[in-house]
C-alpha cells in the first residue's frame, strides 16, 4: 500500500520563477493538505482541498495556489518565487475532513530558491 | 504570534534516560493535541495523541501529560533509544471548517546516544 508521494524530491528555482508540486495521497483518501516547512521551523498550514475545492486556508497570499483532480491528487503551485520561499513543501492526505488524527505525511519536496 | 509553544529546541540524553518535551497552547479551543516524529528525509510521522478530557495517555515508551488548566502538555520517552533520534513536534488543533487543521510547534531535535 503506497503511502503519501510527492514529486519531485528537490527542486531549485530563481527569484520570479514559477514552480508546480504535486502529490498524490496515501490509497483511499480523498483529502489533501499542503504545509510548508522553513529550516528548523514547524509546519505551517497553507491550504487544504476536497472534492476538488479549497476548503480551508491558512495564513499564505495569493501567490500560493492549488489544484485537486479528480483522482484526489493535487498541485501546488507557487508564483512570482521569493528567497523566503525556500523550504520543504509537505503534502498530507486524509479520508474525509472532519478526523484528527489520521493525516499522514509525504516526504515532502525541498524547494530551493536562488 | 506562535500558538503553540515548544521547549527545549534540542535535547541529548543518555541511552536509557527520560526524555521530556514540553509545550503551551494559548487557544483555549483547540482540543487535540498530537504529537509528530520526524527523521531526516521523511515527513512527520504521527505518534501519539491526546484530548483534554484525560490528563495522562501512554503507548509503550511514550507517555502525553496534559494540564488543562495550566494549557500545557508534554511528551515523555522512557528508556530512550538511538533509535528515537529524531525531531519532535508538538501540535495542536480544533474543529474549523469542518476539519481539524495542526498548528505546530517550531520542534525538539532529540539526540539518543549510545
Known amino acids: 500500500d503506497a503511502g503519501v508521494t510527492q514529486s519531485p524530491t528537490h527542486l531549485i528555482k530563481t527569484r520570479g520563477q514559477q514552480v508546480t508540486l504535486r502529490c498524490s495521497p496515501k490509497s483511499g483518501h480523498d483529502t489533501v493538505s499542503w504545509y510548508q516547512q522553513a529550516l528548523g521551523q514547524g509546519p505551517q498550514f497553507i491550504f487544504q482541498?476536497?472534492?476538488?475545492?479549497?476548503?480551508q486556508r491558512g495564513n499564505f497570499p495569493d501567490r500560493f495556489s492549488g489544484h485537486q483532480f479528480p483522482n484526489y491528487s493535487s498541485e501546488l503551485n507557487v508564483n512570482a518565487l521569493l528567497l523566503g520561499d525556500s523550504a520543504l513543501y509537505l503534502c498530507a492526505s486524509s479520508l474525509g475532513l472532519g478526523t484528527a488524527d489520521t493525516q499522514y505525511f509525504g516526504p515532502g519536496t525541498r524547494l530551493t530558491v536562488l | 504570534q506562535q500558538q503553540v509553544k515548544q521547549s527545549p529546541q534540542s535535547l541529548i540524553v543518555q541511552k536509557g534516560g527520560i526524555s521530556i518535551i514540553n509545550c503551551a497552547y494559548e487557544?483555549?479551543?483547540?482540543?487535540?493535541f498530537p504529537w509528530y516524529q520526524q527523521f531526516p528525509g521523511k515527513g512527520p510521522a504521527l505518534l501519539i495523541a491526546?484530548?483534554?478530557?484525560?490528563s495522562e495517555k501512554k503507548e509503550g515508551r511514550f507517555t502525553i501529560s496534559f494540564n488543562k488548566s495550566a494549557k500545557q502538555f508534554s511528551l515523555h520517552i522512557m528508556d530512550s533509544q538511538p533509535g528515537d533520534s529524531a525531531t519532535y513536534f508538538c501540535?495542536?488543533?480544533?474543529?474549523?471548517?469542518?476539519?481539524?487543521?495542526?498548528?505546530f510547534g517550531r520542534g525538539t531535535s532529540l539526540i539518543v546516544h549510545p
Open positions: 487557544n483555549t479551543a483547540f482540543d487535540y
Open positions: 482541498y476536497y472534492e476538488e475545492e479549497e476548503r
Open positions: 491526546i484530548r483534554p478530557d484525560v
Open positions: 501540535a495542536a488543533s480544533h474543529a474549523s471548517g469542518g476539519s481539524y487543521i495542526p498548528t
